[in-house]
């Protein structure tokens, strides 16, 4: 007669069990955690949206970011604020977009910790000169971030006074301090017609899987995010024309519209067009123009181009420089401005005037009507050297 062999735990085991169940509480205990941590962070964004207590705000703005992604973010906003965000109204002489107000958070985070339990109406122009200071020296910061921080702090304290959440204060206390340090004009990175062109056939000798990128860039002058969301049905090869009307957004992983929020056509000309009749056949299977590249979607282009340069004995530059290069080589053989910052999609005329001023356009010529010896003389006076 069989009997069943009766199952007996050991010792060892019982431990293990016993300490599996330690794991969990742990694990349990983390959890709660984050789980509060989320809470506290929403409720805090909450409480900073809905603030309207009779004491002064705070100029606390900041964010958990670790827990609170872009979108969320957003949504918060504009649950709190209507639909201001989205219609850009959430100042009275600003328009301000959802991706900007993101970005001032962002540097509110960064270089205003200090101020974030101090009451706003305390803060002194004084404060704000020792931020600007600070910046400069301690983070090391050009001053294109002081005016940044500048523009941040304006924003908020006027946001704050028109809608009451700031009480005394009747204008921000960054409004008139000037920045720290001389400001020292550098001369913008770009390349020559004789360096694109090294660059590009480089590229393509060496089969660099991002020369379709650059070569569109320097034929079209895209932004890396437009280039990246372009399709086939944003070209028109009949009219010979390249419509750029969204762009992508890393920071959401989505496609919306250009930076300036309109679209803009670009001509082709004969050497691209070629190049996109051989891309629509390599890409035959694809709806998007140019191919999907790892380091793209990491957002490394700046740095492969860097690289690239480098190797190749080329000045580095940024990938945003091809947009740069795109514009002065368009005015230096003679595209009017007007022209050029409608196919760039610019508004702004002191941007384009850098363009104008790296063409050399408006001095081109200017020493020609000086003369001061006549051809012999000058002839004469370089035989002498020669005696």
């Known amino acids: 007669m069989n009997t069943a062999k009766k199952s007996v735990i050991t010792d060892e085991e019982i431990t293990q069990v016993l300490s599996l169940r330690e794991?969990?509480?742990?694990?349990?205990k983390k959890l709660d955690n984050i789980e509060a941590n989320l809470k506290k962070s929403e409720s805090e964004l909450i409480e900073l949206l809905e603030c309207g207590c009779d004491v002064d705000c705070s100029f606390n703005i900041s964010i958990n970011e670790s827990s609170k992604t872009y979108p969320k973010y957003k949504q918060e906003i504009e649950k709190r604020l209507g639909n201001g965000v989205t219609t850009g109204k959430i100042h009275t002489s600003r328009n301000l977009s959802a991706k900007?107000?993101?970005?001032?958070?962002?540097?509110?985070?960064?270089?205003?910790k200090r101020w974030w339990r101090k009451p706003a109406a305390d803060i002194s122009i004084a404060d704000v000169k020792q931020l600007l200071y600070d910046i400069l020296h301690e983070f090391?910061?050009?001053?294109?971030?002081?005016?940044?921080?500048?523009?941040?702090i304006n924003s908020v304290f006027e946001w704050g006074i028109v809608t009451g959440k700031i009480k005394g204060v009747v204008h921000s206390p960054a409004l008139n301090v000037k920045l720290v340090g001389r400001k020292v004009e550098k001369q913008p990175e770009i390349l020559t017609q004789k360096q694109i062109s090294q660059f590009l056939y480089?590229?393509?000798?060496?089969?660099?899987?991002?020369?379709?990128?650059?070569?569109?860039?320097?034929?079209s002058g895209g932004?890396?995010?437009?280039?990246?969301?372009?399709?086939w049905s944003d070209i028109d090869f009949d009219g010979r024309r390249i419509f750029f009307n969204k762009s992508f957004d890393k920071r959401t992983n989505s496609i919306g519209p250009t930076k300036g929020g309109y679209w803009r056509e670009v001509p082709i000309n004969n050497e691209l067009l070629s190049f996109l009749r051989k891309q629509k056949i390599q890409l035959a299977?694809?709806?998007?123009?140019?191919?999907?590249?790892?380091?793209?979607?990491?957002?490394?282009?700046?740095?492969?181009l860097r690289t690239f340069l480098t190797q190749i004995g080329l000045p580095s530059i940024k990938f945003h420089t091809l947009r740069a290069c795109f514009a002065t080589h368009l005015l230096r053989n003679g595209v009017a401005v007007v022209t050029v910052m409608k196919i760039g999609g610019w508004k702004d005329m002191d941007t384009m005037q850098r363009y104008v001023r790296l063409a050399g356009i408006e001095v081109q010529g200017a020493t020609d009507i000086l003369s001061f010896l006549s051809p012999d003389e000058m002839m004469g006076k370089i035989t002498e050297l020669y005696r």
């Open 223 to 231: 932004r890396s995010g437009e280039l990246y969301a372009l399709e």
């Open 202 to 219: 480089l590229a393509k000798r060496y089969d660099h899987a991002w020369f379709p990128v650059w070569f569109f860039a320097v034929h």
């Open 140 to 152: 090391n910061r050009s001053q294109s971030i002081q005016r940044k921080v500048k523009c941040v």
């Open 100 to 112: 900007t107000l993101y970005d001032y958070a962002q540097s509110a985070q960064k270089y205003t």
């Open 285 to 304: 299977n694809s709806k998007y123009v140019l191919p999907r590249l790892t380091d793209w979607d990491r957002s490394a282009q700046a740095k492969v």
């Open 23 to 28: 794991m969990r509480k742990v694990l349990n």
